[in-house]
């Protein structure tokens, strides 16, 4: 057996029971060292803590770029700055985003430690031990009682359950509270249900490597010459929780971070914002126009040293640098002065913002559910002001659109239809459930005569074809289903006399009118969304053999016997029960002999050991029996629509926004929800599936040129195929609304995916089950409902809440206000820090470019301040009218949204306010300055005052230009003699003040 498994191609991970030397070994070229179980969720250890978080912070071209700047303001020779005044904001912004990544490594610390510390039973010298987590190996074989967490992925061997059943939740998975039980081989629940037959197991399992696939196992267990195959239904996952079981034995397959859950706790797909992308363009646009304006500046240095600078004695620095040299520090200068310019706070004051309107949306009673209890809930905060930018909504209809409670109202039994008169008195039949209500005491009668078997096989039919687990409690009978659906019919079943009361690995009980018979389960032909049905094979008293089937109406009328007579009539009742909304089953079955039987299930064992395609395998060889079957009937389930649905359509609508409805129901099905939910009207003109392909082709070129270019292009397929794509894009997307029906969960995704290739927008999708996680993950924003199928759409969503109707308030309210509030919080930074910097550049034109400051760093942190605070307090207060929570929603189309964000920047009272602040922050500088120089001169306002005094007129600039020595001579006695000062003291004041600078401007002009 062991040589086989090598040979196996898939198979490459091996374990062997109660075995601590070799523990797991793969087969592959590269190999694989033994697993711990302990897990690492954390980032950082107190050594790695600080150079890893700078690492991740300067990735940030902000902060990196302020680091290069502060490593500037070091060097004396070209900074006219202190170095603290970049030190200071930077350490500001680096500690408050280590302090946050730091909380939350130290949360996932504890968390691993507590996980890592929890213990069970392991067997360890022949004897079941208390272990921890954190010691558990490969190839243990442990003990779980009632209620405990699985500590690793384990394959189950035998249980305190009859068969070795053993009933588990899986929340932590996938977020769903219904039980789901595993079954043992029923070789090992034979054997190994004592200490000491466990503690001298030594099976082989060879399987599929670890990998991220919860629903899906493929492997075999070697044990005493014989291979048995393992599935998914003979593993407990890592997380699971044992219910309903006192005790269950197993032995680990995979350990710590080969765990499904694990694997499966990755990196989710990082969703950005436009107006992310946006802050990082503005960011690298505006350090490239820093270097162009400090280039320029450096430049003109240049030109003014060699034209004024070197003539100019009383400037001497005693550094005899050419001009070129001074213009290259001065470049560096201005890199240092106008530094305001790269805003270091915008990402910290944005994810404030952020985390801010993300409570806003927690806090909103307006979207809180009381039924459930569920508030609504801003999982992410990095996604707010995209709400206010949808373009196109794709929602799930069974459970988003409805309330995905189901209820069995009619049905079609041979030909007839059932459920159209009266409701029924059930309380003939002890098992009847209370709640279920029918209108058609005919079949009733039909039922108690016995005379109609079909009938009878109808009904036989739902109680036995299905995964639903009973539960007893309280003299109660419950059942665990895995879809509305399926307990809907069960249930209808159960009300018209045939009660499902247990099942077992390879027998199902059942009460027939009050008649408790059980039956051989010979097969189970699984449902999954390609195949869209499910089949089991009984044996029946009397040995014969039958298979039942249901599933939607397509796949099963393709494998219909063609001697069904009443196919037509089921049609017909078919398309009714669609025009009502209600959704269908059909249900058929077949006899099988003996000996087509045993060949085929010695197919279905050798695809169920493959361990290459297994699935593939599986579903050819359930093509073969599930042929030429004979209709019973059909079934019409009945799924109301939740609150307000038509009136949050109408006003998205009344918005602009486009809604796309995916279904996986048929046609009439969809059409009809579409009319009820007024995404359709009596107006609107409906253009099929079938009548679009002549459409598609209008969008194809016409003159004999581009026909030439269209048929070079059709050569290669994968071009033609993105064309029709493109072409089917444009068209939808020219129609009101949108519904897909019969999509699987990948086709969702993928008509998501077509939208944002080819469109470009902003897309939203919402939905409530498993089967809407690829299409909520794959749009822009994912919304999910915590609905009748679990959670596991909410845990994949970015937002949630309980109803559809709240998506109005979300989009409508939250959106425009987060969007809204963002772009004006964005233009007011950047013109709040351009305005400070052209204060710079002006000055320039005075101070010989010299990269002197124009106004200190003390003076522009009031003015910031004043004008942050100043703008929460007095904007948001003014305009807090204008921006309510009810008027865009009473008229959407009134308050159109500002646009992409990029147009915010582009207003022409954008500039207007920037130049109107420059002048402003200059006004109490230069108001100080005239009043200074006016009431109380200083010395060097006098002498600047006689210098202009002292100027020769324009005429006599050439013969100044030639006696400008005996000028400037002049110049210094007329100091003397206004000063009053000795000659030794008036050149040692000249001096000073022309060291200060002071003295500048007058000695220039003179």
């Given at each position: 057996?062991?040589?086989l498994?090598?040979?196996l191609p898939?198979?490459n991970w091996q ?6 030397r ?8 590269f190999g694989?060292?033994?697993q711990g179980?302990?897990i690492?969720t954390y980032k950082?250890?107190p ?6 978080n ?7 071209a902000?902060?990196?770029?302020f ?8 060097i ?5 700055l202190?170095?603290?005044t970049?030190?200071v904001?930077l350490?500001l912004?680096l500690g ?5 990544d730091?909380?939350d490594?130290i949360a996932?610390?504890?968390m691993d ?7 069970c039973?392991v067997?360890k010298d022949?004897?079941?031990k208390?272990?921890k987590w954190?010691?558990?190996?490969v190839g ?7 209620n ?7 394959l189950l061997l ?6 070795s059943?053993?009933?588990v939740e899986?929340?932590?998975?996938d ?9 043992a ?8 249900q ?6 001298d ?11 991220n ?5 493929t492997?075999?267990?070697s044990w ?8 998914a239904?003979k593993?407990?996952?890592?997380g699971?929780k044992?219910r309903n079981?006192?005790?269950c034995?197993g032995m680990?397959i995979?350990?710590g971070a080969?765990t499904?859950i ?11 914002t436009?107006?992310?992308s946006l802050?990082n363009?503005?960011?690298?646009t505006i350090?490239v126009v820093?270097?162009l304006l400090s280039a320029?500046?450096a430049i ?8 004024i600078g070197?003539s100019?004695?009383?400037l001497?620095?005693a550094?005899?640098s ?6 290259f520090l001065?470049?560096w200068?201005y890199i240092?002065v106008?530094n305001t310019?790269v805003?270091?706070?915008l990402?910290v004051s944005?994810e404030?913002?952020?985390?801010g309107?993300?409570?806003f949306i927690n806090w909103d ?6 039924e ?6 801003a999982?992410?905060?990095t ?7 949808i373009?196109?909504?794709?929602s799930?209809k069974?459970g988003?659109?409805t309330q995905?409670i189901m209820?069995?109202?009619k049905c079609c039994?041979?030909?007839?239809r059932y459920?159209?008169v009266?409701t029924?008195?059930?309380?003939w039949n ?10 058609d005491?005919?079949?009733?009668e039909?039922?108690?005569?016995g005379k109609e078997?079909?009938i009878q ?7 036995i074809c299905h995964?639903?687990m009973?539960d007893?409690?309280?003299g109660?009978?419950?059942?665990q289903?895995?879809s509305p659906?399926e307990g809907?019919l069960?249930?209808?079943a ?9 099942r077992t690995q390879?027998t199902?009980?059942?009460?027939e009118m009050g008649?408790?018979?059980t039956?051989d389960v010979l097969?189970?032909?699984?449902f999954?969304?390609d195949?869209k049905?499910m089949?089991v094979i009984v044996?029946?008293s ?9 599933g939607a109406?397509?796949?099963?009328y393709e494998?219909l016997?063609?001697?069904n007579?009443?196919?037509e009539?089921?049609e017909?009742a078919?398309?009714v029960?669609a ?6 089953l059909?249900?058929c079955?077949r006899?099988?002999?003996q000996?087509?039987?045993?060949v ?10 493959a361990?290459s ?7 050819k ?6 042929k030429?079957l004979?209709l019973l009937?059909?079934t019409?389930?009945e799924?109301?629509l939740?609150d307000g649905v ?6 998205l609508?009344k ?5 796309w409805v995916l279904t996986?129901?048929k046609?009439e ?14 107006d609107t003109?409906?253009c099929?599936?079938?009548d679009?392909?002549q459409k598609?082709?209008l969008?194809f070129?016409?003159?004999?040129e581009?026909?030439?270019k269209?048929s070079e292009k059709r050569?290669?397929?994968?071009a033609y195929?993105?064309?029709q794509?493109k ?8 129609c009101?609304?949108?519904?897909c ?9 993928m008509v998501?995916e077509l ?9 939203l999708a919402i939905g409530d089950?498993a089967?809407?996680?690829?299409m909520?993950?794959?749009a822009?924003?994912g919304?999910?409902i ?15 809440f309980?109803q559809f109707?709240y998506?109005?308030r979300?989009?409508?309210v939250?959106g425009?206000?987060?969007?809204i509030?963002?772009c ?6 950047f013109?709040k820090n ?11 034109f005075?101070?010989g470019f010299s990269?002197?400051i124009g106004?200190d760093t003390?003076?522009?942190t009031?003015?910031?301040a ?5 703008s ?8 807090f009218d ?7 929603v009473l008229f ?5 949204f ?6 915010a ?10 130049i109107?602040t420059i002048a402003?922050?200059l ?13 109380w001169?200083?010395?060097?306002d006098?002498v600047?005052e006689i210098?202009?005094w002292a100027s020769?007129p324009?005429s006599?600039?050439?013969?100044v ?5 005996a000028?400037?001579?002049?110049v210094i006695?007329?100091f003397?003699?206004e ?6 003291q008036?050149s040692?004041?000249c001096?000073?003040q022309?060291?200060?600078g002071?003295l500048w401007d ?5």
């Open positions: 057996a062991f040589q498994l090598l040979s898939d198979c374990v062997k029971a109660n075995d601590q070799s523990s797991a070994v793969s087969l592959t070229m694989f060292l033994p179980n302990a690492k950082y250890n050594i790695t803590f600080l150079p890893l700078l690492f991740e912070q300067f990735k940030r902000a902060n990196f770029y680091l290069v700047l502060l490593i500037l303001q070091a004396p020779e070209i900074s006219t202190s170095w603290y970049t030190l904001p350490l912004v408050i985003t280590a302090v946050k730091l909380v490594d996932r610390h504890r430690n507590e996980v890592n510390n929890r213990t039973d067997i022949g004897r079941f208390a272990t954190k010691d558990i190996k243990d074989v442990v003990r779980l009682k009632k405990t967490f699985v500590p690793a992925d384990i035998s249980s305190s359950e009859p068969n059943l053993c009933y899986t929340a932590e998975l977020g769903e509270t219904n039980l789901k039980f595993k079954m081989l029923e070789v090992t629940h034979r054997h190994l004592e200490e000491s037959a466990l503690a197991f030594d099976g082989l399992v060879e399987c599929e490597e670890p990998n696939r919860l629903d899906k196992f492997g075999m267990l005493r010459d014989s291979l048995y195959p393992l599935d239904d593993i407990l996952l890592r699971c044992i079981t006192d005790f034995h680990v995979f350990a080969d499904k694990m694997r499966n706790s990755g990196r989710t797909r990082f969703k950005r436009k107006i992310d802050m363009y503005m960011v690298y350090i820093l270097i320029g500046l003109g240095h240049t030109y003014w040293e060699q034209q070197n100019s004695w009383y001497y620095d550094q005899d050419s001009p070129a040299y001074r213009g001065t470049f200068g240092i106008l310019m805003p270091i706070s990402y944005v404030v913002i952020r985390f309107q993300s409570y009673l307006q979207m809180y559910y009381p459930k209890d569920t508030a609504a809930k999982r992410t905060t996604l707010n002001e995209q709400l206010g930018q373009q196109y909504i794709f799930d069974t988003t659109l995905n209820t069995f109202k039994i041979n030909g007839q459920g159209q009266h029924i008195d059930f309380s002890a098992y009847a459930d209370g709640k279920f209500l029918f209108y005491h005919y079949l009733i039909q039922i108690k005569a078997p079909e096989k109808f009904f036989f039919l739902l109680a995964t639903v009973a007893t409690s309280d109660q009978l419950h059942y289903a895995a659906d809907a069960v249930t209808a159960r009300n018209f006399g045939y009660v499902f009361l247990s390879n199902i009980t059942i009460s008649v408790q018979r039956y097969a189970i032909l699984d999954n969304s195949r049905r089949s044996r029946e009397g040995g014969h053999i039958r298979l039942y089937c249901k109406d397509t796949v099963i494998r016997h063609p001697s007579v009443k196919r009539a089921t017909e078919l398309d029960f025009n009502e909304t209600l959704r269908t059909c249900l079955y006899d099988i002999s000996d087509e039987f045993e085929w299930n010695k197919k279905f064992l050798e695809a169920s050991l361990t395609h297994r699935d593939e395998a599986l579903d060889v359930y093509e073969e029996i599930e030429n004979i009937g059909a019409a389930i799924d109301k939740q038509p009136e949050t359509i109408s006003r609508s918005a602009d926004i486009k809604i996986g129901d046609k099905t969809a059409e009809n929800i579409g009319f009820s939910c007024e995404l359709l009207t009596e003109a409906i099929y599936g079938e679009t392909r598609l082709k969008k070129p016409r003159t004999a581009e026909k030439k269209q050569r290669r397929a994968e195929k993105e064309q794509q072409n089917f894009v444009d068209l939808a997307c020219e009101r609304a949108v519904i029906c019969r999509v699987t969960p990948k086709q969702k995704a998501v939208v944002k290739k080819y469109k470009k927008a902003i897309t089950g089967n809407d996680v690829n909520i993950k794959t822009h924003i919304v999910g915590s609905g009748q199928e679990g959670m596991q759409a909410v845990m994949s969503s970015d937002y949630s309980g109707r998506l109005q979300l989009l409508l939250h425009r206000w987060s969007y509030r963002m004006k919080f964005l233009r007011y930074f013109y351009f305005a400070f910097t052209l204060v710079h550049i002006w000055y320039s005075f101070n990269a002197q106004l003390s003076y522009w009031f003015v910031n004043f004008s942050v605070f100043g929460i307090a007095l904007y948001f207060g003014l305009t204008f921006h309510s929570a009810g008027i865009h959407p189309s009134v308050f159109q500002t646009g992409a964000a990029p147009n920047l582009r207003q022409p009272y954008l500039w207007l306010t920037m109107l402003i922050c006004l109490p500088v230069v108001a100080q300055r005239f009043l200074s120089m006016t009431i001169p200083s010395e060097s006098k600047s210098c202009s020769p324009p006599r600039l050439p013969g230009l030639r006696e400008a020595q000028e400037v001579g002049g006695a007329l003397q003699r000063l009053g000062l000795e000659k030794e008036s040692q004041s001096a000073v022309c060291e200060t002071e007058c000695s220039a002009s003179a």
